[in-house]
């Protein structure tokens, strides 16, 4: 068989769905049932061999410098009327007559980010959450309406759907008239490089952020409403001034949407130094970010996956999170679960965690078993399966 990606996701600064679509990638180009890769950016293709050399470095549309202009102003860029439907058919008229090649040469067409380009051939899509739809006072109006009006088509049309969850498996069933046959779960994965790390490995990288091993709070999402930050904010604000004061509550992940409350509550906590804004971070950091952390917490209100609450668990870090969406299922009893609406239930899971070594070591020992199951390698495997079933 052979695979065609819409490689638009890859784009500095890379996020979730771009790590999902790296990892992919990564283990397609090693699979003997897979004649060819190909990757298609605008213009650009990107045969099998450069995909390789590609993957895990940094996708540019534009010169580094203005990439990390369009980083800072893209909240702004994004909340302009009509910016997403000019983006798509932007992207749809630069790549069609690749696409039209590939569906010509029998490629199945891989979307993993939602709404896939025209496609004659079979089509699989990723559709990793509908927030949009149980949140849509949570995104821009113009997310809402783009993927309101395009993703229904989109779903109706593809031969395969899958779900990183079977929770956004039961969502996509029960939100649109597709048959269940159609609709597969595929588990996303971690990637081997979040590890337990000893404090030696990490110092260089922590001291640059200004934070000690094993002496901070943890959070690392995109700066918006959904991820419930307001919320850990507050409930971090609750615990006693000495464990506000030792362990700090360090927030990593580039500006979002809607950040202002959060921001407002924050305000003292910076003054006084128990609470860091990092910014995003490149995932070399991170990898020592996540290993030195005392805690980390994942409040968030809708997740389809929850990626960051398993790089946690990898990197041997006792995890608080919500009892809601699919982080239940993905956490499978390994993490403190929380009312994510509760200040109060946050505040007191964060207190444990941070005072009772038993309940930490345990929630660290079972974390570590809960994500050797949820590898790549896994993902990959059952992807595949849908390739083949096609």
């Known amino acids: 068989m052979k695979v065609l990606y819409d490689l638009t996701s890859l784009v500095s600064p890379r996020t ?103 496609y004659s051939g079979k089509v699989v899509i990723s559709a990793h959450d509908l927030s949009h739809i149980r949140y849509p006072e949570h995104h821009p109006k113009e997310r809402v309406d783009f993927l309101n009006r395009c993703l229904p088509v989109a779903l109706e049309c593809a031969d395969k759907i899958i779900a990183g969850s079977e929770f956004t498996r039961q969502e996509l069933l029960a939100c649109f008239n597709l048959d269940p046959q159609k609709v597969v779960t595929v588990l996303d994965g971690v990637s081997a490089d979040f590890k337990p790390r000893e404090a030696a490995e990490t110092h260089e990288t922590l001291h640059k952020y200004g934070i000690q091993y094993g002496q901070y709070i943890l959070s690392v999402c995109t700066l918006e409403p959904r991820k419930n930050l307001a919320r850990l904010v507050k409930a971090f604000s609750q615990l006693p001034p000495h464990l506000r004061q030792t362990h700090p509550l360090v927030l990593v992940g580039g500006k979002g949407w809607r950040d202002q409350e959060m921001l407002n509550l924050a305000a003292p906590l910076l003054q006084a130094k128990e609470l860091i804004f990092t910014g995003y971070v490149p995932e070399t950091d991170l990898l020592h970010i996540y290993s030195g952390a005392k805690i980390f917490a994942y409040p968030s209100l809708y997740e389809g996956f929850g990626l960051p609450v398993v790089e946690a668990m990898a990197s041997g870090v006792p995890v608080l999170t919500s009892n809601t969406s699919s982080l239940p299922e993905i956490s499978a009893g390994a993490a403190i679960e929380v009312d994510p609406v509760s200040v109060e239930e946050i505040a007191q899971g964060l207190k444990c965690l941070l005072e009772d070594a038993a309940l930490a070591n345990a929630c660290i020992l079972k974390g570590l078993l809960r994500a050797k199951a949820l590898t790549w390698d896994h993902c990959v495997a059952g992807t595949l399966d849908v390739y083949r079933s096609l």
Do not use: C
Request: proline letters at 5%; glycine letters at 4%.
């Open 16 to 118: 979730g769905i771009g790590h999902y679509t790296q990892h992919l990638i990564e283990g397609m180009l090693h699979q003997q049932a897979v004649e060819d890769v190909v990757g298609v950016q605008y213009m650009t293709t990107y045969s099998r061999r450069e995909l390789s050399e590609l993957i895990r470095r940094p996708l540019y549309v534009l010169p580094n410098s203005f990439a990390k202009l369009k980083r800072s102003l893209w909240p702004l860029l994004r909340s302009i009327p009509g910016a997403y439907r000019l983006r798509v058919l932007i992207r749809e008229q630069l790549a069609q007559s690749k696409f039209n090649y590939f569906a010509r040469q029998r490629f199945i067409y891989h979307e993993t980010n939602f709404i896939p380009q025209k």
